[in-house]
């Protein structure tokens, strides 16, 4: 007999699995209770205890993804979000892994069914009986045989469950690659947003400093200024046509990868992709919650393959019982019959039925080592969900921090921009007055520009950590 075993899952519909009906089972304390005591952390728990039928995780759908994308990203990011998921090889795969997992279980269920066939018999024979003579014999039977395994202890139902929930952490993986491709379609958007963003202040800090060479020229040229002042502008000049000539790869690369990320061809150029950030709402969340982990595709795959190794012991303990196989063969027979006194022809119905009952005894502890075998793989689901919750706690927690950190570096630098441009336009008309060098004025420039940079670096770090977030959180 295998050893005691409850179900270690805590949920409404796993809490008391395994309750064979044999008292051979009664009193079974908890496996996980015994054995695990500390194996799930306190967000883990929760999430267990909170799984039921109706909390399976949402199937891949992409209207629920770029409808994620459109309200808490960027509105003109869903509709690249909504193409690279219908088309991106990653999520086709994982879509073909589903329907790999259906048939499966498909294939499990055939054995909690009745298996029924068609038979045609036929017969002929010629023999020699004393006191009768020769004998000749022509038989035909048509027959249905059918056979069925009562499931006396739930064992088969529990193997199909365990298919089932292994079709579903499929369908949650499928979620999982098509949200981790949205989220790259997203950076690959926003990085090109971010570099015709960088060239078009680029343009601007490009006219800014031609206006200011042509004002040094001219007051080198009244004799008002030396020629040093006119040279020191032209290398600011010549610093934003090197940085323009950069950006200009980095948004050839941006494009190339978010072409390739939706399958389209290389050299794909994105003419509606804008020259500005749009920047979300500020998210009101302060914490993370079991619940804000709860639709997290990986979390549940995760969860529902720990409750698929659970039915899967419950199927080991109950082999050990008792099994009960019915069989029934309804048919037709027609029979002819010679000899040398007599002949004759005899049809009618025939019909058998027969049963089955199997108690297995020893088995070479062939059981007992499936049973151990299932409770160690319920020891390793337990730690992998435990895992992917500490996971992700962190990822969700430091893309709330981040989110948070990008929004006041934003706001100072924004606030600094705004003394830069004032004390640029100060110092500019004192220097056109004559009222301080021009050292001040290169300064201010290099001041002023620097922060409008780093504005846009500051908003690009807000938009990639709101990404890390979504696909963090998964709503």
């Not at 304390?29 to 909390?55: C, F, K, M, N």
């Not at 040093?228 to 010549?238: K, T």
């Not at 200009?248 to 990320?261: G, I, K, M, P, T």
């Not at 606030?415 to 004390?423: G, N, R, T, W």
């Amino acid at each position: 007999m295998a050893p005691c075993y409850r179900s270690p899952v805590m949920s409404p519909r796993t809490n008391a699995v395994l309750l064979v009906a044999t008292t051979g089972l009664a009193g079974c304390g908890s496996y996980l209770h015994e054995s695990r005591p500390a194996t799930l952390s306190e967000t883990a728990i929760q999430i267990v205890e909170r799984a039921d039928d109706d909390g399976l995780p949402p199937l891949i759908e992409s209207g629920a993804i770029v409808e994620t994308y459109r309200t808490l990203v960027d509105p003109r990011v869903a509709p690249l979000v909504d193409e690279a998921v219908r088309a991106n090889p990653d999520v086709v795969i994982a879509v073909a892994s589903i329907e790999e997992s259906r048939a499966l279980s498909a294939q499990s269920r055939a054995a909690r069914m009745p298996t029924i066939s068609g038979a045609v018999n036929g017969s002929l024979s010629h023999g020699i009986t004393p006191g009768i003579g020769t004998v000749d014999a022509r038989s035909i039977t048509f027959s249905i045989p059918m056979s069925y395994e009562v499931d006396l202890v739930g064992r088969y139902a529990r193997e199909h469950r365990a298919t089932e929930r292994d079709a579903l952490a499929e369908e949650a993986d499928a979620r999982a690659a098509a949200m981790s491709v949205a989220a790259e379609v997203a950076d690959a958007y926003l990085d090109l947003v971010a570099a015709r963003a960088e060239h078009a202040l680029l343009l601007e800090q490009k006219a800014a400093n031609e206006r200011m060479l042509g004002l040094v020229t001219s007051r080198v040229t009244a004799g008002l200024a030396s020629s040093v002042e006119r040279l020191q502008q032209e290398q600011i000049a010549l610093g934003v046509e090197t940085r323009l000539a950069t950006i200009d790869d980095v948004e050839a690369q941006s494009s190339l990868r978010l072409a390739l990320l939706l399958g389209r061809p290389p050299g794909t150029r994105f003419e509606d992709a804008p020259s500005a950030f749009d920047l979300p709402t500020a998210s009101d969340r302060t914490s993370i919650s079991a619940d804000d982990l709860a639709s997290r595709p990986d979390v549940f795959a995760a969860l529902l393959r720990l409750e698929a190794a659970d039915d899967r012991a419950a199927a080991a303990v109950r082999a050990e019982m008792p099994q009960l196989r019915l069989t029934a063969t309804p048919g037709y027979t027609i029979l002819h019959s010679e000899s040398t006194t007599r002949q004759g022809t005899v049809s009618g119905f025939t019909w058998s039925v027969g049963g089955a009952l199997t108690i297995p005894i020893f088995d070479g502890l062939r059981t007992t080592s499936i049973v151990r075998q299932r409770h160690a793989e319920i020891d390793r689901r337990l730690a992998e969900l435990d895992r992917a919750l500490r996971l992700a706690v962190v990822e969700a927690s430091a893309a709330l921090a981040s989110e948070n950190q990008a929004r006041r570096t934003l706001a100072a630098v924004q606030a600094q921009y705004a003394l830069a441009v004032s004390l640029r336009e100060d110092v500019e008309q004192n220097y056109v007055a004559g009222r301080v060098p021009y050292v001040n004025v290169l300064l201010a420039i290099v001041e002023e520009q620097s922060a409008a940079r780093t504005i846009l670096q500051a908003e690009r770090a807000v938009l990639a950590a709101r990404v890390t977030w979504v696909r963090a959180i998964a709503p």
